[in-house]
């Protein structure tokens, strides 16, 4: 073989290893951020297990951001109807919706409603902040932000989402509290690098999902504050719980009826309840929840440990 046809040959080769690792590309905020870990060193970036899909974004795919559609972020203003807007186009053709980077926006409650395009994504990189005023929560008490029946969908970034909730604790016997994040019907989902604080009542629920990965999550409200659950999870099936600090003011995690194959892998929770399995049985039902794992668990400043809670029988 001629020198020539070698040179041609190895430029062929590391052009081709160029294109295959170029192919995508990596967001620097959907990483760790260290600075909320206060634990063993061993709990930071652990591998983990993966029942899903590894998601990555690829160069091309596009992006909306909140702004473009009416969003005025910092002003203390109602930016619902821009979400909504920006949402329906990142949905319809599979793109990013991106929540731009030291803004704070404010939501009355909202649906994200699926189905979408594959690969929709929701980067948070700023901050969403509830409404605050409750009468906007008079039509529906339980919700302020819900994702309905997306999949293959991710939701990231490093940002933060507050659900506002000093106003709704002090309420807590005379009003029923809304649900902070609440993903229903998703199936193949990442919830990975955000914080959640203060929420109204639980700050994360899972309902009717499967193939759900959230890691890298940090979730904090007062150890006082009423119901206010770190993540809660009912009827889902096949998910890992991971790296995660959760402390709050009831169940770190909180898993209950129709829910199996549940992996809870290197957390830190306090102040709360610990973590929980139930309540089950209420009113004499009949509940079933199955294959559930905790691995590598620090538990401080809670009222329990892992405990399963059910209601007694009186025959």
């Known amino acids: 073989m001629s020198p020539q046809s070698i040179v041609l040959s190895l430029f062929i080769v590391f052009l ?27 709990l930071m970036k652990q591998q983990h297990e993966h029942f899903g899909i590894m998601r990555r974004t690829h160069r091309s795919q596009g992006s909306v951001n909140v702004d473009d559609y009416g969003a005025i972020a910092n002003d203390g203003k109602d930016d619902t109807k821009a979400f909504e807007k920006a949402w329906n186009e990142a949905c319809s053709k599979g793109y ?18 699926g189905p979408c395009k594959p690969n929709t994504a929701f980067k948070v990189y700023g901050t969403i902040k509830a409404w605050p005023h409750m009468s906007a929560y008079e039509k529906d008490r339980r919700l302020w932000i819900m994702f309905d029946n997306v999949s293959n969908f991710a939701v990231d970034s490093g940002g933060v ?30 919830v990975t690098n955000l914080k959640f604080k203060n929420a109204q ?32 999870v009912t009827e889902t099936q096949t ?21 199996n194959n549940i992996r809870v892998n290197d957390v830190i929770c306090g102040p709360g309840h610990g973590i929980s399995i139930g309540s089950l049985g209420a009113g004499k039902s009949e509940a079933e929840v199955s294959n559930v794992v905790v691995n590598r668990a620090i538990l401080k400043g809670t009222t329990n440990g892992v405990r399963i809670k059910t209601w007694q029988v009186i025959f």
């Open 201 to 232: 009542q639980m700050h994360v629920r899972f309902q009717s999902c499967f193939n759900v990965t959230a890691s890298n999550l940090v979730i904090t409200a007062p150890g006082n504050s009423p119901n206010t659950d770190g993540i809660h």
């Open 96 to 113: 990013i919706l991106v929540v731009p980077k030291n803004f704070v926006y404010y939501l009355k409650p909202i649906t994200f409603s």
């Open 16 to 42: 081709s290893f160029g294109l295959c690792f170029g192919f995508y590309t990596e967001d620097k905020y959907n990483q760790t951020n260290y600075k909320y870990y206060t634990g063993p060193r061993r």
């Open 161 to 190: 989402i507050d659900g506002n909730g000093r106003k709704w604790w002090q309420n807590s016997c005379k009003v029923n509290k809304s649900l902070a994040v609440t993903f229903s019907q998703c199936n193949n989902l990442n």
């Open 239 to 259: 998910m890992v719980i991971s790296n995660s600090v959760i402390g709050t003011g009831d169940d770190c995690i909180s898993i209950v009826s129709g829910s």
